[in-house]
């Protein structure tokens, strides 16, 4: 035992004193060094000067590393100058095998120069360790190294390398703002690797399509776990190359955080820019046998023109099936699976039953296959519908500005008569005016939803607030027409004289079939003028019919949409999807009937043009009085 212990202290003795030697002779061949190296006058080149006191800090001189350990083949003095240069393969054998492999040392020896390690990694005599900002392989200084070549655009050019600019992108990356902070973040050799860089169409690349799961999850593991066992990361795994990975839908060097407007998982750009790009191109649904039409049915629907106009609180893709963990419906895990969607659905609608469940989603109501009967007719007899009754208006404004304008010209110079009964009381004028001005803001505000993307709209979808605002209005003036209706209900009891215009207006009679047949017989030219016409005529009352009518459905619809909750608890899905159909296609109708009815009559029908003004003054125009000349008014003798 105790010769053990002397064999073993001899040994011991031994390696120190070895080392030692080793030490002394290493610093000795320094010493034989600098005497020529430390100076420029010496050597010729600033390049080949060597400071021993910056040396020592190097990450080499730190380690005892001697002059011949890296300059092979000059250990004896004085030396060829065109002799090897450093020999890094003496210590780094596993680097220099990987650089050999990569497509650093595949460069073109032809045209593109070849990166070596000096290259990288910085002037060998300068060379400071990786955990020191100071090195040019810092992380914080990675991507500059990298970028001495990647954002040079002519040596990328010459040297095949198809991406344009990849610093920039890096550089306003989430990862690179994490490095610059300190933190533990992506930087090039983390996706890439180091020394081993392979093209990305190299199966073996880290970059490759099918290894940018397992790249990612050595940073985001919980993430990748999610994404394996999600419809796209088992797709991705068997081959399938149209199924997502990381790259498509984050982006590659460019990969901002999701709070990022120009984020493709921003939270409304998700639809179009992310889930859209691969679910909306026929060729991929046509080829997997998916939904067509899923993009462009949720574009149309509430939660998509929200989105569109730049609502980020509103549902989205990932809203309801998931991030990272997207699963078929069928699996009992899927968000919407049917015994968790009222879950899903309650995270935003608070109350969700199971209601919400009933009901098909993501359909166009043009859909005859998978929309509700009821909406897909209601939609097919509203096309109808506006479609005569505008084409019916136009037709028959065209043929009254046609003759009128032609022939009776000098009705417009008639003077304003001075007994001339009032056509509009006070009353009614208040109650015109707050229903004119909530019609105009209830048609922009609510087309703004339906087109965001158009010129006219952006002044209601202009960024988030905005949005919000919208809504808000859009409601204010539905609650002040229908708050008009009621006015105007409580007009007709206080009022006889009301009540009498009004009943002329809903109340047909053989002088309506009198008043419109000689208009059709002036129209065809049988006349030379325009006919009498009675105090309230076919058109007042066509215009007051359409208003009682569309105020009702608009108001019943509208709550319907306001309260979704509440209405989905006790009704099937169907049901809002049919108030949505009624409502856009009732505000079609309404819009184009006041632009080209009513418009027409108290703007452009030559009688009465520029305008009509009895909404403002209550008198009539002379052009309407000479119409009207031998009119009975309805309750002329009570002061309405």
């Known amino acids: ?33 600098l005497e020529c190296h430390s100076t420029v006058d010496n050597v010729g080149e600033e ?23 890296c300059h092979a083949g000059k250990a004896e003095y004085p030396h060829a ?7 890094c393969t003496n210590c780094h054998s596993d680097a220099e095998e990987a650089l050999a492999a990569s497509v650093h040392h595949k460069a073109d020896p032809a045209g593109a120069k070849r990166p070596d390690c000096l290259s990288c990694h910085g002037e060998l005599h300068r060379m400071a360790p990786v955990s020191d900002e100071a090195s040019l392989v810092h992380p914080k200084r990675l991507a500059q190294t990298c970028g001495k070549c990647h954002a040079d655009p002519e040596l990328g050019a010459q040297a095949g390398v198809k991406l344009v600019q990849p610093l920039a992108a890096y550089e306003a990356s989430v990862h690179a703002g994490g490095v610059a902070r300190g933190e533990h973040a992506a930087t090039c050799s983390d996706c890439h690797g180091s020394h081993g860089i392979l093209p990305a169409d190299d199966a073996q690349s880290q970059v490759n399509r099918k290894n940018v799961p397992a790249t990612c999850a050595a940073c985001h593991a919980d993430v990748a776990k999610a994404y394996g066992e999600s419809v796209h990361g088992v797709a991705a795994a068997a081959g399938i190359g149209e199924s997502p990975v990381c790259t498509d839908c984050h982006g590659e060097h460019r990969i901002l955080g999701p709070g990022d407007q120009g984020s493709p998982v921003y939270a409304s750009n998700v639809p179009k820019m992310t889930c859209g790009r691969c679910h909306g191109d026929l060729r991929v649904t046509e080829k997997f046998g998916m939904k067509n039409t899923a993009v462009e049915a949720f574009d149309d629907s509430f939660h998509g023109l929200a989105g569109r106009s730049g609502d980020i609180k509103v549902a989205n893709c990932a809203s309801c099936h998931g991030v990272h963990d997207i699963l078929p419906s069928s699996d009992p895990r899927s968000h919407i699976h049917p015994d968790r969607i009222a879950a899903t659905c309650g995270s935003c609608h608070p109350g969700a ?7 098909a989603v993501h359909v166009l109501p043009g859909d005859k296959e998978e929309s509700h009967p009821s909406v897909y007719w209601t ?36 003077p304003l008569l001075d007994d001339a009964p009032v056509r509009m009381s006070g009353w009614f004028r208040i109650s015109h005016g707050l229903l004119a001005s909530s019609f105009i803001v209830l048609v922009y505000s609510g087309f703004a939803l339906k087109y965001p993307e158009a010129w006219w709209s952006r002044l209601a979808t202009f960024g988030n607030p905005l949005v919000d605002l919208r809504g808000g209005i859009h409601r204010i003036a539905g609650v002040i027409m229908l708050g008009v209706g009621v006015m105007h209900v409580v007009h007709l009891f206080l009022s006889r004289g009301a009540r009498a215009c009004i009943s002329a207006m809903v109340r047909p009679g053989m002088a309506d079939i009198h008043e419109l047949k000689e208009k059709v017989a002036y129209l065809a030219g049988r006349h030379p003028e325009p006919p009498e016409t009675p105090w309230v005529g076919y058109p007042e009352k066509m215009e007051y019919l ?27 899905k169907w049901v809002t999807d049919l108030a949505t159909v009624i409502h856009l296609y009732e505000a079609i109708l309404a819009a184009l009937a006041i632009l080209v009815w009513h418009f027409y009559l108290v703007i452009f029908d030559p009688m009465v ?17 000479w119409e009207r000349r031998n009119a009975k008014v309805p309750g002329k003798s009570d002061k309405a």
């Open 609 to 625: 043009y520029p305008l009509d003004t009895a909404a403002i003054d209550g008198r009539q125009t002379p052009g309407r009085a």
């Open 47 to 69: 390049r080949l000067v060597v400071d021993e006191t910056r040396w020592t800090a190097t990450v080499h001189g730190a380690a005892g590393a001697s002059c011949a350990d």
């Open 353 to 359: 039953g199971a209601s919400f469940a009933i009901g």
């Open 81 to 87: 100058a065109d002799e090897p240069r450093a020999a």
């Open 1 to 33: 035992m105790r010769s053990g212990s002397s064999v073993a202290g001899y040994l011991s003795v031994f390696a120190a004193l070895a080392l030692a030697l080793g030490g002394a002779g290493a610093a000795r061949a320094a010493e034989e060094c």
């Open 546 to 572: 359409a208003v009682v009518w569309g105020t009702f459905v608009m108001g019943a619809t509208g709550f319907i949409l306001w309260f979704p909750d509440i209405v989905l608890r006790v009704a099937p």
């Open 379 to 414: 939609r097919i007899v509203y096309l109808w519908l506006i479609g005569l009754t505008i084409g019916g208006m136009l037709l028959h404004n065209g043929l009254d500005f046609y003759r009128k304008a032609r022939g009776a010209r000098f009705l417009r110079n008639l």
